[in-house]
Nanobody, 114 residues
Framework: VQLVESGGGLVQAGGSLRLSCSAS????????MGWYRQAPGKQRELVAR????????NYADSVRGRFTISRDNDKKMMYLQMNSLNPEDTAVYYC????????WGQGTQVTVSS
């Protein structure tokens, strides 16, 4: 299993970023997938999930209406479009299956300045 996240960076409040997740060695096309984040001193939390065929998506209350999760099963890729970012969104963002694989990627750092 290899999960590789990318697309993070430093952005001002109100800005946007698009994260990407590449999966290999997994049963990606049949997996429910999710984006997780971990802020300094806090536990990792699930912020968005998407079913295998993209029919259903769910979001944490803190990001609903601002973040959009999507996937491309042919490419084994998943995305997180993040709009209207605020400093509370600052965290390392990870992708993984639901339930999670024991292996995690390195994550991608998102930093939102006020």
């Amino acid at each position: 299993v290899q999960l590789v996240e990318s697309g993070g960076g430093l952005v001002q409040a109100g800005g946007s970023l698009r994260l990407s997740c590449s999966a290999s060695g997994t049963t990606f096309s049949i997996d429910v997938m999710g984006w997780y984040r971990q802020a300094p001193g806090k536990q990792r939390e699930l912020v968005a999930r998407i079913t295998s065929g993209s029919r259903y998506t769910n979001y944490a209350d803190s990001v609903r209406g601002r973040f959009t999760i999507s996937r491309d099963n042919d490419k084994k890729m998943m995305y997180l479009q993040m709009n209207s970012l605020n400093p509370e969104d600052t965290a390392v963002y990870y992708c993984n299956r639901i339930p999670t694989y024991s292996t995690w990627g390195q994550g991608t750092q998102v930093t939102v300045s006020s």
